[in-house]
């Protein structure tokens, strides 16, 4: 599982005159919860990159006043005008306790389907499930390799161990489309073989 560590700082004052300041020394102030206090903290706008811009799952160690907090990453807020970012909220993740999270999906194998000239489309990028802390991974790896010419793969058919998904079972996750040269094939086909149908018999060889 891959992590990173955010060295911050108590945050005491609230209120938007403190946030400014905070922001004035770029500084994003950031919330702790699910554990046994809330902790509010700020820490440089630079040490959320790792996790904020990212499509990876990690967890984050969020260091404040020398106590290390494990977490993961549940929310942002980013500025209307400059797109900046201006608050985090983080989950502490307790051993005993369920939490939800979204999970990547890692698609694999090639698809039956693509052999046959299709083309392959992922509708989804990630799955929400719910788990104990330590089930969490970095993504869900699905196999492709059976599916077919306009198949659809749903949520229901993702293998998963020690955790509820907590999507709709009825939801595609991918499919095989047929290609516009696999339809023209297809279209082609019937009119050949009716031609062939039709075409006169050849003459038969003169007795002698």
């Known amino acids: 599982m891959k992590s990173i560590t955010i060295e911050g700082q108590l945050r005491t004052e609230s209120g938007k005159k403190a946030t400014r300041q905070l922001r004035s020394q770029k500084l994003v102030p950031g919330v702790i919860y699910g554990g046994k206090s809330e902790i509010n903290f700020s820490a440089?706008?630079?040490?959320?990159?790792?996790?904020?811009?990212?499509?990876?799952?990690?967890?984050?160690?969020?260091?404040?006043?020398?106590?290390?907090?494990?977490?993961?990453?549940?929310?942002?807020?980013f500025d209307k005008v400059s797109d900046a970012l201006i608050h985090v909220d983080f989950l502490e993740l307790v051993d005993d306790k369920k939490v939800i999270a979204s999970l990547p999906l890692k698609y694999v194998g090639t698809p039956a389907g693509v052999k046959a000239g299709g083309k392959l489309i992922t509708k989804m990028k990630a799955i929400?499930?719910?788990?104990?802390?330590?089930?969490?991974?970095?993504?869900?790896?699905?196999?492709?390799?059976?599916?077919?010419?306009?198949?659809?793969?749903?949520?229901?058919?993702?293998?998963?161990?020690?955790?509820?998904?907590?999507?709709?079972?009825?939801?595609?996750?991918?499919?095989?489309?047929?290609?516009?040269?696999?339809?023209?094939?297809?279209?082609?086909?019937?009119?050949?073989?009716?031609?062939?149908?039709?075409?006169?018999?050849?003459?038969?060889?003169?007795?002698?």
């Open 44 to 77: 440089m706008a630079s040490a959320f990159k790792p996790i904020v811009y990212t499509s990876e799952f990690m967890i984050a160690n969020v260091v404040v006043d020398g106590k290390s907090y494990s977490c993961i990453l549940k929310d942002l807020q």
């Open 128 to 208: 929400k499930v719910k788990t104990y802390p330590k089930y969490l991974k970095e993504f869900i790896e699905v196999d492709l390799s059976n599916l077919q010419l306009n198949e659809n793969l749903r949520v229901e058919n993702i293998i998963t161990q020690n955790m509820e998904v907590m999507n709709s079972p009825r939801i595609p996750i991918a499919s095989i489309a047929m290609t516009r040269q696999l339809k023209q094939e297809e279209a082609a086909a019937p009119k050949a073989a009716a031609g062939a149908a039709k075409a006169p018999a050849a003459p038969a060889a003169a007795k002698k």
